[in-house]
């Protein structure tokens, strides 16, 4: 983060060290967490949110009192003191392994040989198009129609503190209804809320509103639940094995996205339809994918906990 106030060209590096600290911390959760192993990583996640609250309001005063590189400075000096933090606490609960080889950090194949997983990977894929378009293009949304910069910013912040109370809920109801049971009704509110709320938007400030929240609260789910989605397919000890080889898949999903949605909003020249509607179908997609990995695991059961 600190680069990008000398550089412009930071995503890779940016993916990698946040790849590097995210799967380890999520895979230390599992080890500790069995019964209530939702709920348990839904609380690490609000995290996420509580940055998604400040980050984007301390941004917003920074940038015209001292400039873009030093707010990003400022930020990369934060996340400084968080991963210092994060490396103290962050432990495993399983012995320590033999330094590994190099056949064990590639993605571990024999999973695909399971349709589950393949089906889950595929959604969760499906699921990171869907869930950054609005996080991402909230803001100019808002801006396009007539609202202003300071709104947009405050929206995202309404979106994540919505993410937050999501997050938490979520992971307290899958660990009673089940994983992918939860995610799959999140999933279905999420396609509900861009097709029915946010696509007839338009400068309506208070249905505008009234998405961020809904569609924070709904979406929480899609981050915190679909590391333990994938566990349940596997024993503690496999868990990070496995969650790496989804995301290695999951990654792509993450990169393309917001192309494919910025495409779309230009060759609408500018009107955000498609592109809500791409959002839209890509949850839906998602939770057709969903309930394939039930349907592949448990058979045509809709009360089974999965």
Request: some cysteine; overall charge positive.
């Given at each position: 983060m600190m680069f990008l106030g000398l550089c412009s060209v930071y995503s890779v590096l940016n993916g990698i060290g946040g790849a590097m600290v995210n799967t380890p911390c999520i895979s230390s959760i599992a080890q500790y967490f069995q019964a209530k192993r939702a709920f348990a990583t839904g609380i690490a996640m609000t995290a996420g949110s509580v940055g998604g609250v400040?980050?984007?309001?301390?941004?917003?005063?920074?940038?015209?009192?001292?400039?873009?590189?030093?707010?990003?400075?400022?930020?990369?000096?934060?996340?400084?003191?968080?991963?210092?933090?994060?490396?103290l606490l962050v432990t495993s609960r399983l012995p320590k392994k033999p330094l590994p080889s190099m056949?064990?950090?590639?993605?571990?194949?024999?999973?695909?040989?399971?349709?589950?997983?393949?089906?889950?990977?595929?959604?969760?894929?499906?699921l990171e198009w869907g869930i950054f378009v609005p996080l991402t293009y909230i803001t100019p949304y808002v801006v396009a129609n007539g609202q202003s910069t300071s709104f947009g910013f405050y929206i995202v912040s309404i979106l994540n503190a919505g993410s937050f109370v999501g997050r938490l809920g979520a992971g307290y109801v899958a660990d009673r209804l089940g994983y992918v049971n939860?995610?799959?009704?999140?999933?279905?509110?999420?396609?509900?809320?861009?097709?029915?709320?946010?696509?007839?938007?338009?400068?309506?400030?208070?249905?505008?509103?009234?998405?961020?929240?809904?569609?924070?609260?709904?979406?929480?789910?899609?981050?915190?639940?679909s590391p333990v989605c994938v566990g349940q397919l596997c024993g503690v000890e496999k868990f990070g094995t496995y969650y790496s080889t989804c995301w290695m898949i999951v990654s792509f999903g993450t990169l393309t996205g917001l192309p494919i949605a910025g495409q779309i909003l230009t060759a609408s020249g500018g009107d955000y339809t498609w592109l809500i509607v791409f959002a839209g179908l890509s949850y839906a997609l998602a939770g057709t994918f969903l309930v394939a990995a039930k349907v592949?695991?448990?058979?045509?059961?809709?009360?089974?906990?999965?």
């Open positions: 400040v980050i984007p309001l301390m941004l917003q005063r920074l940038f015209p009192t001292i400039g873009f590189a030093w707010a990003t400075r400022i930020l990369g000096f934060i996340l400084l003191v968080l991963l210092i933090l994060t490396n056949k064990s950090i590639l993605p571990y194949w024999p999973a695909f040989k399971e349709p589950s997983f393949v089906f889950l990977t595929i959604a969760i894929f499906l939860t995610l799959i009704i999140s999933v279905a509110f999420c396609v509900v809320t861009c097709l029915a709320l946010w696509l007839p938007a338009g400068d309506s400030q208070a249905i505008a509103l009234v998405f961020a929240v809904l569609f924070g609260l709904v979406s929480g789910s899609n981050l915190s639940l592949a695991k448990l058979g045509w059961s809709i009360t089974k906990k999965y």
